[in-house]
């Protein structure tokens, strides 16, 4: 029997990590990697996070195991081609590595996943980046065994196939995106969170937030142009098994958000709860994938002028990875709410169940995301983070560049669209 010519999609796909998760996770890292016959292990780590102690705990718990290893601190907070590079260069020079292990927030997991794939297999960062930037090369081959244990409940790197990253040249954020890049195991110990100052609590679990929401929010896969296998994504589209983990992530999202912000140093639960709904969002959008918010990020970040967030190293100006996607976001779900209006009110409802109704079924979802906003401390709008109206021309093509992103848009903007969502965004409260 020959199934007959399709025009449109019939397929999804669905991956995610081996996951081990809980108080104290940290100390089976050596057990986990001796089971891949390693020897000799590059743990990749920023400045920061190597000062609380948490790297070098990870160094004497492989001794154990008869596992020699090696702590590189010279992650960038928000990675960037220049900073990917160095410690890929520093990675080869160091080498050859049986495995790598990750230790921090996205920065951190994604700087491994490219050191992972530059010293696997030939070839230069931007032979692997997405295009139109890159050439989007296929890994030929497998990769090296990589933990990723995030100190941060946000980007959800542990659980995904995709690396981030400013191209400093060029000022914009884009990224790899392969499944070979998934980690091989997460271990999620949430004790490592309660030393997060409430700024990055915030703007980390922002990241968390609209993962969920674009996800479940993105384009049913349905939908899609049937594709030949070799030409399947990472992304494939809102789907039945990305949706069930982004409705467990709203729903943890609801009970422990606010609570993690404002008694993080004490509420070990909220930390656990905000913990799993990052790598949970993770699991949904690391397969369905993110939309509006997300590609206005990358140019909002990408451009920034003198915007110091508080929380941060104040040696430079940044906008953290959480906020940028935030600022748009409830002009973005205004725009995309009547390609699945039923898809932004649940979604409003598992956000903030006790929410009241609006009059404007439109303005339901907006509504929670900018009480929420307000509560945690949220800058208002792009022009809290320094841009203006006048702004907005500059920012619209480091958004089109995105399209990897757009295409999973259930209502493709287009520039003038982009436009009046910055624009609209300029103020959210």
Request: net charge negative.
């Amino acid at each position: 029997m020959t199934t007959p010519e399709l025009t449109e999609e019939t397929i999804f796909t669905w991956g995610a990590p081996p996951l081990k998760f809980g108080a104290g996770a940290i100390d089976e890292v050596g057990f986990e990697l001796s089971q891949y016959g390693v020897r000799r292990v590059l743990i990749v780590t920023d400045p920061g996070v190597n000062a609380l102690g948490a790297p070098q705990r990870l160094a004497d718990n492989l001794k154990r195991y008869d596992i020699e290893s090696e702590v590189f601190d010279g992650v960038h907070v928000e990675p960037t081609d220049d900073s990917m590079n160095k410690a890929t260069e520093y990675a080869r020079a160091q080498g050859p590595w049986d495995g790598f292990v990750a230790v921090g927030g996205g920065s951190a997991i994604d700087t491994a996943k490219a050191i992972n794939l530059l010293t696997s297999h030939p070839g230069e960062l931007m032979d692997y980046i997405n295009k139109p930037i890159g050439n989007a090369k296929v890994p030929p081959g497998a990769l090296k065994p990589l933990i990723a244990v995030p100190t941060t409940a946000g980007t959800g790197s542990e659980s995904t196939a995709m690396c981030v990253l400013d191209i400093l040249s060029m000022k914009v954020k884009t990224g790899i995106s392969h499944w070979r890049l998934r980690p091989t195991l997460a271990v999620i110990d949430p004790l490592l969170t309660m030393t997060l100052p409430p700024q990055v609590t915030a703007a980390a679990g922002m990241d968390i937030v609209c993962h969920a929401l674009e996800s479940y929010t993105a384009r049913y896969y349905t939908t899609f142009d049937r594709k030949k296998p070799e030409e399947r994504v990472t992304y494939c589209g809102s789907n039945p098994v990305s949706d069930l983990w982004c409705e467990k992530a709203m729903n943890l999202i609801a009970q422990s958000f606010r609570k993690a912000v404002h008694d993080g140093a004490e509420d070990v639960e909220a930390r656990s709860n905000m913990m799993m709904a990052a790598t949970f969002a993770g699991m949904g959008f690391g397969n369905s994938g993110v939309h509006i918010p997300h590609a206005n990020a990358y140019p909002i970040a990408g451009m920034v002028k003198d915007y110091v967030p508080e929380g941060y190293p104040p040696d430079e100006p940044m906008v953290p990875h959480g906020q940028s996607v935030s600022l748009t976001a409830p002009e973005a779900f205004r725009f995309s709410f009547d390609s699945a209006p039923e898809r932004h009110l649940r979604a409003a409802e598992l956000m903030d169940p006790r929410a009241d109704k609006v009059n404007d079924p439109k303005e339901q979802l907006p509504s929670v995301l900018v009480r929420l906003m307000q509560d945690i401390g949220i800058p208002n709008g792009i022009g809290g983070v320094g841009y203006t109206e006048a702004d907005v021309p500059d920012l619209v093509p480091g958004t089109m560049k995105q399209q990897r992103l757009l295409a999973t848009c259930p209502r493709t903007p287009t520039e003038d669209d982009i436009a009046d969502i910055l624009t609209k965004s300029v103020e959210n409260w």
